[in-house]
Structure formats: structure tokens, C-alpha cells
């Protein structure tokens, strides 16, 4: 097992180069980059964009008809201009050797410095990610730990009145998005139009730090009560389904009449034999559950409950073209979706310890 996690580890260098070099062509092309950005702010007379360019508060107003093709909108900016920006943003080398210099930084963890904000990438990574490890972290453990057991409940008793209105919940928890359950708690329970029982806004309160150790976690949980159950309530039933049907098509199957044929109780039957083989295709699942529940799945309820996490900042990265949180963010999420991949597969041998991915290779 070592020389396997060994060889899956260095698997990922190759697999992360490829997403990176892929992602940076994509972006690369899209119209609307930082430079145009910035012109689009001088063309509109923001003075302060033109003054931490050029340092003076008018704009040149000549510009060759070649320079001006280069980017819309930079038809009547002085051309040094044009080049100050790019010599500002790093466009004033080709696109290979930005991205070679991108993957020497982020070798060494630099992941530079915010176009917009004007501050380390990794600040503001680390700033956002108490808020998405909160979110992501417990939004799995507990959408895992319903899912499972009602999943099982569901199949054992396949067609009775509880798998029937169980089945009712989970349509409706699959049809209404999880935002939609956000704006519904927050109308019940944060000061909407009913109760005034949870905070709408940040994962602490203001004074914090001035809390006794035990009254900053029930701070905490408070919380973050709100957008945990709004998430769980929308990703819930996905999983419950995948459970009962994996658990069904496993229960069906020869060995378990054979077991209990051979007088083992149902308890063994199922937890014994069954639980590790059904099981297998919802660990599956797990670090792309995670990784999104992290990323994406997040953003809208960052928005709603005023939580300032990694989707709502790499969404702002990309509306605003800010390359160095846009990548800094993507090789972030990449990176630790290829080791959730990793540990997916580790997990996999303790389901089920007659798993060995070293001898299938070496075979």
C-alpha cells in the first residue's frame, strides 16, 4: 500500500500541471482581462485608476490605430499607458513564460499578490477559510451521517409506509434548491417576518475574542446553524437515494441469501457483508461531494447569510478577472481534490480490506 500511495502522489504533479495548464489557456483567451478592465476604468473617468498608472490625474490622448487593437476600448490612451499596464499586470511577457513563472511561484506557495485588493493571494485564502471549511466540513459530516442511515432504513423496509413518505421529503428536498431553504430559515428563524432566534451575518460575533472558550463555541455554532442546515436540507437526498438503491441492488444478490441461508442474523447479514460492498460507491463520491459543497456549493449561501468564504471569493475573482485569485484558488481546490481522491481510495481498503489497488497495479 505505501509504494501505491507513493505513486498516487506523485501522480498528482502531472494531473495538476494539466488542470493548470488547461485552465490557464481557457482564461487566458476569455475577453475582459485585467488590462481591459483597468482601460475600461480609465475610458470612464476614474481618476484614481489613472493616477496609480501613470501618476497624474488626465490621460494621454493619442494612441496608433495598432495599439488600440490590441484591447477594446483602448482607442485614445497614450500608448506608454497601455504598456505601464501590462508591464503592471505581467502582460508584457508571452504567455508561456507567465505561466511558467506562475508554476515556479506556486512551488514555493506564492501565490502573489491580488490585482484588485492589492494583497497576498494566500492572505486572503487563509482570510475565507474558516467560513468554507465550517460550511464544507460539516455540511458533509452531516449530510453522510443522515443520508447512510436513512438510505439503509429506506432499503431494508423497500414499499412500506415509512420508505413512502421518507420518499416525499426527499423529492422535495431534490427539487428546492438549498438557497431557497436559506431564504425560508432566514424568514423563520433570523428576524424575517416570525422568529429572531439566529444571526444573519458573519460565523462570529464581534466580541469574539473577548468570549470564554466555551462560550465562543456555542457562538460559533450558533452561527453557523443556519447555513449548515439550509445546505444539508438541499444535499441531502442525492445521497439517501444512491445509499438505498446500492444497499438494494446488493440485498438482491446471491451471497446475502447464501448468509442467510446459512443462519447468520440479518444484523450480520447486513452490516457484515452487505454495508462494505454497497458502501463502496457512496465513499466514491465523497471528495467531489466536498470539494463542492467547499467550492461552488457555498457561494449562494455566503451570499444570503453575509459569510465572506473561498466560493464568494473565487467568484468575485472571476467577474473581476483577478488572475492571481482565480488561479490561486483553482490550484487550491485542485490540489486538494486530487489528496480527497487519495484518501477515497484509502478508505475504500477499510470498508473493505479484500481491496488491494497495489496488487490490481501490479497485476
Not at 438510505?151 to 427539487?175: E, H, M, Q, T
Amino acid at each position: 500500500m505505501t509504494a501505491y500511495i507513493i505513486r498516487r502522489l506523485l501522480l498528482i504533479i502531472p494531473t495538476l500541471l494539466g488542470i493548470m495548464l488547461l485552465n490557464f489557456v481557457i482564461v487566458q483567451a476569455a475577453p475582459g482581462g485585467p488590462v481591459e478592465q483597468l482601460i475600461a476604468e480609465i475610458k470612464g473617468h476614474d481618476v484614481g485608476a489613472t493616477a496609480r498608472i501613470t501618476g497624474q490625474g488626465d490621460v494621454g490622448a493619442s494612441m496608433p490605430t495598432s495599439g488600440a487593437e490590441k484591447y477594446r476600448g483602448a482607442r485614445g490612451l497614450d500608448p506608454e499607458m497601455i504598456e505601464e499596464i501590462e508591464r503592471m499586470y505581467g502582460f508584457d511577457k508571452p504567455a508561456y513564460e507567465r505561466f511558467l513563472k506562475m508554476l515556479g511561484d506556486y512551488l514555493r506557495f506564492d501565490f502573489g499578490t491580488s490585482f484588485r485588493s492589492d494583497r497576498p493571494v494566500m492572505d486572503l485564502v487563509m482570510e475565507k477559510m474558516p467560513v468554507s471549511i465550517s460550511l464544507g466540513l460539516w455540511t458533509t459530516l452531516l449530510v453522510y451521517l443522515i443520508s447512510i442511515p436513512l438510505g439503509i432504513r429506506k432499503a431494508i423496509s423497500d414499499g412500506s409506509g415509512f420508505d413512502l413518505w421518507s420518499s416525499g421529503v426527499i423529492i422535495v428536498g431534490y427539487a428546492i434548491p438549498s438557497f431557497l431553504f436559506a431564504v425560508l430559515l432566514v424568514v423563520l428563524f433570523s428576524g424575517g417576518s416570525f422568529l429572531d432566534w439566529f444571526p444573519l451575518r458573519g460565523l462570529v460575533s464581534d466580541n469574539w475574542h473577548e468570549l470564554g472558550w466555551w462560550d465562543r463555541i456555542l457562538d460559533y455554532f450558533w452561527h453557523i446553524t443556519l447555513p449548515v442546515l439550509a445546505m444539508t436540507i438541499g444535499g441531502f437526498a442525492g445521497l439517501t437515494m444512491l445509499t438505498k438503491n446500492s444497499f438494494l441492488d446488493e440485498i438482491h444478490k446471491q451471497y446475502v441469501v447464501t448468509a442467510r441461508a446459512k443462519g447468520l442474523t440479518e444484523k450480520r447479514v447486513l452490516y457484515g457483508h452487505v454495508f462494505r460492498n454497497a458502501m463502496l460507491i457512496v465513499v466514491a463520491g465523497f471528495p467531489a461531494a466536498f470539494v463542492g459543497i467547499l467550492f461552488t456549493g457555498s457561494l449562494l449561501i455566503e451570499v444570503i447569510f453575509s459569510l465572506d468564504g473561498l466560493g464568494l471569493l473565487g467568484f468575485e475573482a472571476a467577474i473581476e478577472r483577478d488572475y492571481p485569485v482565480m488561479f490561486g484558488t483553482l490550484y487550491f481546490f485542485t490540489l486538494l481534490g486530487l489528496l480527497l481522491n487519495l484518501v477515497g481510495d484509502l478508505t475504500y481498503t477499510l470498508i473493505d480490506p479484500r481491496i488491494d489497488f497495489e496488487a490490481r497495479e501490479t497485476g
